[in-house]
């Protein structure tokens, strides 16, 4: 079992800054990749940003040059830190780990809690 737990979440204005932070509960080296996910009222969750063990990363286009993800391998930590923030970046924002492969980010059944996130205009 993978115990996840986020951090960081809350609400701000557009154009503020949040960071966000996962740290899993053991090593994950059955796993080669953390991510964040988003999923807001009425949507189907989302893939934000994954990173994986060697600093390989991947972003939705909607985020590109405003979220950085992040990851401390030896601490088993990822972060999100979220620039330039826009109302419809609103959601609950969910750590994941798994697997990243030619691009793509496979997750697995481990999920954090969620924090939310909120962008007023």
């Known amino acids: 079992q993978v115990q996840l737990v986020e951090s960081g979440g809350g609400s701000v204005t557009a154009g503020g800054s949040l960071r966000l932070s996962c740290a899993a509960s053991?090593?994950?080296?059955?796993?080669?990749?953390m991510a964040w996910y988003r999923q807001a009222p009425g949507k189907q969750r989302e893939l934000v940003a994954a990173?994986?063990?060697?600093?390989?990363?991947v972003y939705v286009d909607s985020v590109k040059g405003r979220f950085t993800i992040s990851r401390e391998n030896a601490k088993n930590t990822v972060s999100l830190q979220m620039n330039s923030l826009k109302p419809e970046d609103t959601a609950v924002y969910y750590c994941?780990?798994?697997?990243?492969?030619?691009?793509?980010?496979?997750?697995?059944?481990?999920w954090g809690q969620g924090t939310q996130v909120t962008v007023s205009s």
């Open positions: 053991r090593n994950i080296f059955s796993f080669n990749a």
């Open positions: 994941n780990v798994g697997t990243y492969n030619k691009r793509n980010y496979y997750p697995s059944n481990y």
């Open positions: 990173v994986s063990s060697d600093g390989s990363t």
